[in-house]
């Protein structure tokens, strides 16, 4: 004797089941007439829903019609019915092998699959806008060319050294030089990227190479406290904030009295406190200059930012570019910022500050006909960005994007803070998340692909006796990721998941490695 514990069957089987029945009486009355029109309607409806996700039924159907096709010519149209009820009842009986164990949540696809849905919802929406098929070169992501609608969204690569970040990057990157529609603002580190695609009318800006652009605050055009701003931070892990606020109120009125980098560098650095504060009689950082004690530590916490005026002191060449008015305008001409690893400490306040006052331009007109790309492989190699959050809430309307890197999600929430970090993650809609190595990220990004409720299926069997026994079929849900942190941590080199801004399924995917013709040097030595 044998006994079962089953719940209810499988409602996406029975789902099929019921789809084929529909679809066989419907057969029934039409095959008579109208000969293999069903079957052949039957597959356009499945091609059509490609894109969508509730397509189990279809296939059901499609697959009994296409058996039923087959053997018409030896049956006869007339026993379509038969047929339908014999597969429709083999199909029920093995659920298992049919049915995906997803009940619903995140659902991973093939990266085929995921190319055809891209494709799909591109050819609806250039209909539905009748406009027509783009021509110029799509961006590409491990190998998934993507719609134009989806740039504007912003993108994010997270990895570990080493985990194919890097040459994710350096394939968008390519495909938008030979676009018109767009330029690149792109901090480099050790000069990687301008080597690659660096040409005669790249900007570079790194004040020890000779090929650099000169830049100072009289240079700017803008208002001398924003400036300042975008030089001193914050300091959120500061037990007082007034040592910052106040040196950033005296290197703005620093700035109002002098006319070139030397001259900031000579009374910040050189001249005696004295000297500063005769300088600077009559404004509002003199009251805090009164007392000597406060004057040196406001002095103090200055140059800890500006260390980098000594570089820019030696060079005398004429300042002429401005930040803020490259992103303002629609220069098109691509910016790199090489930063090397000597340096990394010296510049990066400065390199904070011009991407900053760039981000100000950018957001200050709505009328661009460039795309901008805010291109930084490793977002916690500056400091806070101002206008970096808001980039990333609004970039459509400023036509600006972001494309940003980094290892550790822990790193920009050191910078950024939680909240901050959690409005960059919901700003940059494309992700590529490669291998993560430490757990926390690896944790973090799991949630990011998304949780699942699995339908599980356990078979007991017991004995009760010599010639009896029972057997039991359980079945339960369980809450679980659709990636575990654990696979994350363990992805070998170059593989990883996309997770597609428009809600599509991710799709696990891999970075195919590129070798670039080498174009530019990396560093000219301005002292040579």
């Known amino acids: 004797m044998f006994g079962q514990n089953q719940q209810q069957p499988d409602p996406s089987a029975l789902l099929g089941l019921g789809i084929a029945f529909f679809f066989g009486a419907v057969a029934y009355g039409i095959a008579k007439i109208s000969g293999p029109v069903f079957p052949i309607m039957l597959c356009a409806i499945y091609v059509s829903s490609i894109a969508t996700s509730k397509k189990l039924a279809l296939k059901i159907g499609l697959a009994i019609s296409v058996i039923e096709l087959l053997l018409t010519p030896f049956i006869g149209w007339q026993n379509f019915w038969s047929y339908n009820l014999i597969l429709g009842f083999v199909l029920a009986v093995i659920p298992e092998r049919l049915v995906s164990g997803v009940v619903r949540g995140s659902q991973l696809q093939t990266p085929k699959e995921l190319q055809k849905q891209l494709r799909h919802k591109e050819q609806l929406m250039q209909r539905k806008q009748?406009?027509?098929?783009?021509?110029?070169?799509?961006?590409?992501?491990?190998?998934?060319?993507?719609?134009?609608?989806?740039?504007?969204?912003s993108f994010m690569f997270l990895g570990s050294p080493g985990s194919g970040k890097t040459q994710a990057i350096l394939k968008m990157l390519s495909i938008m030089r030979d676009r018109p529609d767009y330029r690149v603002i792109c901090l480099?580190?050790?000069?990687?990227?301008?080597?690659?695609?660096?040409?005669?009318?790249?900007?570079?800006?790194?004040?020890?190479?000779?090929?650099?652009?000169?830049?100072?605050?009289?240079?700017?055009?803008?208002?001398?406290?924003?400036?300042?701003?975008?030089?001193?931070?914050?300091?959120?892990?500061?037990?007082?904030?007034?040592?910052?606020?106040?040196?950033?109120?005296?290197?703005?009125?620093?700035?109002?009295q002098t006319y070139n980098n030397s001259e900031v560098w000579e009374m910040i650095a050189l001249r005696p406190l004295q000297d500063l504060k005769d300088l600077l009689t009559g404004t509002l950082s003199a009251t805090y200059l009164e007392a000597?004690?406060?004057?040196?530590?406001?002095?103090?916490?200055?140059?800890?930012?500006?260390?980098?005026?000594?570089?820019?002191?030696?060079?005398?060449?004429?300042?002429?570019?401005?930040?803020?008015?490259?992103?303002?305008?629609?220069?098109?001409?691509?910016?790199?910022?090489?930063?090397?690893?000597?340096?990394?400490?010296?510049?990066?306040?400065?390199?904070?500050?011009?991407?900053?006052?760039?981000?100000?331009?950018?957001?200050?007109?709505?009328?661009?006909?460039?795309?901008?790309?805010?291109?930084?492989?490793?977002?916690?190699?500056?400091?806070?960005?101002?206008?970096?959050?808001?980039?990333?809430?609004?970039?459509?309307?400023?036509?600006?994007?972001?494309?940003?890197?980094?290892?550790?999600?822990?790193?920009?929430?050191?910078?950024?803070?939680?909240?901050?970090?959690?409005?960059?993650?919901?700003?940059?809609?494309?992700?590529?998340?490669?291998?993560?190595?430490?757990?926390?990220?690896?944790?973090?990004?799991?949630?990011?692909i998304g949780g699942q409720e699995r339908l599980e299926t356990t078979h007991g069997k017991s004995s009760n006796g010599w010639f009896s026994e029972t057997r039991s079929v359980n079945q339960q849900i369980r809450e679980t990721f659709a990636v575990l942190p654990s696979e994350l941590q363990a992805l070998p080199p170059l593989e990883g998941y996309l997770l597609i801004a428009d809600g599509t399924k991710p799709a696990r995917v891999r970075v195919t490695p590129t070798d670039y013709p080498l174009k530019a040097s990396r560093f000219v030595d301005a002292a040579i």
């Open 292 to 448: 000597e004690n406060t004057a040196a530590g406001i002095k103090s916490s200055a140059i800890n930012y500006l260390r980098f005026y000594k570089v820019l002191a030696d060079n005398q060449a004429t300042a002429d570019f401005s930040w803020s008015r490259w992103g303002r305008e629609d220069d098109n001409r691509w910016i790199f910022l090489p930063i090397f690893e000597n340096e990394a400490e010296l510049f990066k306040p400065l390199y904070t500050m011009a991407f900053s006052l760039m981000l100000r331009g950018l957001l200050s007109n709505e009328n661009h006909q460039i795309k901008t790309v805010i291109c930084i492989d490793e977002l916690s190699a500056l400091g806070k960005l101002v206008g970096l959050e808001r980039l990333l809430a609004e970039g459509r309307k400023f036509s600006g994007i972001g494309m940003l890197g980094t290892q550790l999600t822990g790193q920009i929430a050191n910078i950024y803070g939680e909240y901050g970090m959690q409005t960059i993650l919901q700003g940059c809609c494309t992700k590529l998340i490669l291998n993560c190595r430490d757990y926390s990220t690896a944790e973090l990004c799991s949630k990011l």
């Open 130 to 153: 009748k406009s027509p098929p783009n021509i110029l070169p799509r961006l590409e992501i491990a190998d998934i060319q993507l719609p134009d609608d989806l740039a504007p969204l």
């Open 188 to 256: 480099d580190r050790s000069g990687e990227i301008l080597e690659k695609f660096g040409d005669r009318d790249t900007l570079i800006y790194n004040p020890r190479d000779s090929r650099t652009v000169h830049w100072s605050h009289r240079s700017e055009g803008i208002e001398f406290e924003t400036i300042a701003a975008g030089l001193i931070p914050p300091n959120p892990d500061a037990k007082d904030p007034f040592w910052n606020e106040a040196a950033k109120g005296l290197l703005s009125d620093l700035y109002a």
